[in-house]
Each structure stands twice: as C-alpha cells, then as structure tokens.
C-alpha cells in the first residue's frame, strides 16, 4: 500500500506549483488532514465500504485517489501531474519560456466571431488586427442559426459571408500578403447531438467548431451522448470549449457533466480537435480535463473566442495550459500552415 495522506499532500503541492485554482488545493489538503492519523488498513476498509466521503472533507476526487494509493497504484491525477513536471525537467525550459516559445509558434485562431453575430467589430477590422498579430490565418465562426441570442446566421446569411470572406481574401492578396481569413462557424450541438446547420452547407466551410450552448446542465448520460453524436459528424473539425464553465465575471457557471474519457476517446478516433479556449472567463477545458484529453491522444488547437478584435491577443492564456498540461506542439493544429490545418 502507498501512503494515501502524503499522496493527497503531494499532489497539493504539485496542484500549488501549477497555479491551479485555491479552492482545487484546498480540498486535497483538507482530505489530508481529514485523513491523517488513520492507517491503511482502515483506509481499505472504508475504500472498500464506500465510507470514505462519509468523512467530513473527503470528497469523490480524493477519495478515489485514496482508493488507487491503498491499492498500491500511483493515483491517476498524481500521476497526471508528474508527468508534466517530468516533461517540463526533461526539457530544462521554464513553463513561462516554453509558452512564450508556443505563441510564437502559433500560426493562426480557429475561433472568431465579428458582428455579424455577437462580435463588436466587423469582418475586415478582425482580419487586419490578426494581420497586425503576425497571424497568417483567421478562421471567422460566427454562430449557428438557434442561437439567436447570439445573432447566430441563417443558412442565407452565412453563405453571404462566405462570399465576403471571398472578397476580402482577394483584396488582401491584391495588397500583397499572404494571409487568409478562413471559412467557419462555431455551429450549436443540438440536445440530440445534431448540428444546427445544414450538412452541405457545413461541408463546404474551412472549420466547422462544434459547442454546446444550451442545457448546459443535462444529466451526464445524456450530455455524453449528445456530445458523442456531435464528434461522430464528419463535418466537425473542432469541439468548442467542452465544459461550457464560465470561471470570472457576472455569470459564474459550473462545468457540464459528461464521461470525458468517452468523448475525448472519440475525438481523437475521429480526428475532431479539442480546443483549448484562451478566453480568461472560460480557460476551457479544466486543466485535469486537458491532461486526459492528452493522454486519450487528441489533437488541439489553441483558440482565442474572440468577440472584438484586441481579443485575439488572448492566445497566451491557452498557451500556458497547454504546456503546464504537456500538450505537445506538433499535436496543436494550428501550430501548421494553411495547407496543413486544412489537410485531415
């Protein structure tokens, strides 16, 4: 047997190292204590009785971790977390100089929105801040149709912006850059796992993003089977911000509820990308989440949700995750070019 206590504390540790969240800290020190003083044979027997989170400060996460220590395995969050101190060691870069060395890598963002659905600014404004950003592509997803809070596009109003998005290109190519604003829509995940959308029309864009924005608090089963139909499309390049969290400002929101290892088993068997959102109000996935999606073998990409355009400088926010989390670059789409983030 391990000795659960210092497991718990350690990962604490690890959890205070990584600027995880006070709160996320605070309930595997808490369980600690909770737990301090009680061998592992009694441990055992409350692992095995389902007692564990009878104790006050023991909750479902530690106590699982508990369950793996006394059963002699390291626990898998543990685990997880010295795999990225492991690989930030190996490379002797500093995790701030090697997200620094990311967003220089970064060639473009597959999540944007302008105003013609819920963004602030139009179309050729967003496209020459990416340009001024050093980016060689912009991918526009404004919303589907259903979310008409958001202003989302009909069928007709985004094949309109498909042709603008034609027009601008050849006026940037006119001035002599390189530079392409790319096709796309950030397209509603119906309550059925259904695309809010029609299947020529989403056959026909550079990126299609794929994102729950409504029951976000569906039953887990439900939620994971909505989320697996969606991924199952051919037509999905992306699965936006996964949990729907919202962590700062007025409307706080808790994660949605789904079985993370079946979906991100799906991403990656489909080749849909998880996004990893840099919007600070998001920073979506939670980076425990973020680290299974590693292991599960998904791809990213690194996205900015931007609704204005000094949003699009938001990328730093993802880039951080992504390498406290040991994403590697070459698993991150749009560290590639045009040709290459297009090619599946």
């Not at 473009?108 to 990416?130: F, K, V």
């Not at 796992?193 to 299609?208: H, I």
Request: hydrophobic letters at 40%; proline letters at 3%.
């Amino acid at each position: 047997m391990r000795d659960a206590v210092a497991d718990l504390r350690r990962i604490a540790f690890l959890l205070e190292r990584a600027q995880e969240s006070t709160y996320r800290v605070r309930a595997f020190r808490t369980a600690a204590a909770a737990l301090r003083g009680r061998d592992a044979e009694e441990l055992a027997r409350l692992h095995a009785s389902g007692g564990l989170t009878d104790l006050k400060g023991v909750g479902e996460v530690t106590a699982r971790c508990v369950g793996e220590s006394v059963a002699g395995e390291e626990p898998v969050y543990l685990r997880r977390l010295e795999d990225a101190v492991a690989r930030a060691d190996a490379t002797g870069v500093p995790l701030a100089e090697a997200a620094l060395r990311l967003r220089e890598g970064l060639r473009g963002d597959c999540h944007s929105h302008t105003d013609a659905s819920d963004g602030g600014s139009p179309l050729a404004e967003m496209a020459e801040t990416a340009i001024g950003l050093g980016h060689d592509y912009l991918v526009v997803t404004d919303h589907s149709p259903r979310l008409t809070v958001a202003n989302g596009l009909s069928a007709d109003r985004l094949r309109r912006q498909v042709e603008q998005i034609a027009q601008l290109n050849e006026r940037i190519t006119a001035s002599g850059s390189d530079f392409r604003v790319l096709t796309g829509i950030e397209v509603d995940i119906l309550d059925d796992g259904a695309l809010d959308q029609s299947e020529d029309l989403l056959a026909s864009l550079d990126v299609v993003v794929a994102s729950v924005h409504s029951k976000l608090r569906m039953p887990r089963d439900e939620m994971t089977e909505r989320m697996l139909t969606a991924v199952a499309n051919p037509h999905v390049d992306v699965l936006g911000h996964c949990t729907g969290r919202m962590v700062t400002g007025r409307r706080t929101r808790p994660e949605s509820e789904f079985d993370a290892d079946a979906v991100f088993a799906a991403c990656a068997e489909h080749g849909v990308a998880v996004e990893i959102n840099a919007r600070p109000e998001r920073l979506d996935p939670p980076k425990r989440l973020l680290r299974l999606a590693v292991e599960a073998g998904c791809e990213f990409t690194i996205d900015t949700d931007a609704h204005a355009p000094g949003q699009l400088d938001w990328l730093d926010h993802g880039c951080a995750r992504a390498v406290a989390c040991g994403v590697d670059p070459e698993r991150i789409r749009n560290t590639r070019d045009l040709e290459g983030l297009l090619r599946r």
